[in-house]
């Protein structure tokens, strides 16, 4: 799916003029009411989410430029318009200059994936030099339409994507550490890190409530290996893992723990 196939023409207005921020969203909800996929959904609904998303922080993010968006239940498909106001109106922005420019977003609450490559989608296209002095140089809702889709270039489907796990591996026992670390190395991930963590006997051994716990000076070595890897090789890493520590159920000093992963993108 493409922007094109979600920027409603009919939600396309060009030279609008708002008195303040209340009364631009309630515009917003008349235009966005045009598109036949919000017509079984409610005035108030659709203006009470676009208040309640406004009320974590304006979606005026500065350059005179917002783009108010909210998700619903009730909605089956994408609706984007966009709005120019050449005179700006006070959409209390982030830069708290006037808001020149809006594009809107109605979502379905259950396509966050989507909704959050939409916004991705909009943003690169508003960062294009020129793209938005030429967008408001239009005078017709017919013109800031094609304005805006000649500038758009991304795709906001989101990419297939293989099932994936990131394991946590806690690492006590400074012996074991390297060789687990090869084993994991050797399993085929996206990304694999090494993070510095401080072992809670360390920590409370210097608090004088707990001191009499440690008599001896406690091991400092604690570190963190984190990597991600297909779900299908989750048997297989800790397969590996278990070469070298034994069965993990009765290991002292490594703990290993597996999330699911619902996105991933990126590689480190």
Known sequence: MKLIDVL?????????????????????????????????????????????????GSTGFGKGIAIPHCRLKSVTDFVVGIITVPDGVDFEALDEE???????????????????????????????????????????????????????RADIEPQEQTAKVMFNIFVHDENVFHDILEKVTGVETSSIVVADSENI?????????????????PSSFSKVIIAVTQKALTNETIRRIETVTGEL????????????????????
């Open 98 to 152: 006037k808001v020149r420019l809006i594009i809107f977003i109605i979502a379905p609450e259950i396509e966050s994936n989507k909704h959050l490559k939409l916004l991705s989608a909009i943003s690169q296209t508003l960062l294009i030099p020129d793209a938005v002095n030429e967008i408001m140089a239009e005078t017709t809702s017919e013109a800031v339409y094609e304005s805006f889709l000649r500038h758009t």
């Open 249 to 268: 159920a009765k290991c002292t000093g490594v703990m290993v723990t597996i999330q699911n992963l619902s996105f991933v993108a990126g590689t480190l």
């Open 201 to 217: 006997a360390a920590y409370l051994a210097k608090v004088p409530l707990f001191a009499d716990f440690w008599r001896d000076k």
């Open 8 to 56: 409603r023409k009919e939600c396309v207005v060009a030279g609008a003029r708002f008195r303040d921020k209340a009364e631009t969203l309630c515009e917003i909800v008349q235009i966005a009411k045009e598109n036949p996929i919000l017509k079984d959904v409610s005035e108030d609904e659709i203006l009470s989410a676009l208040q309640e998303r406004e009320s974590l």
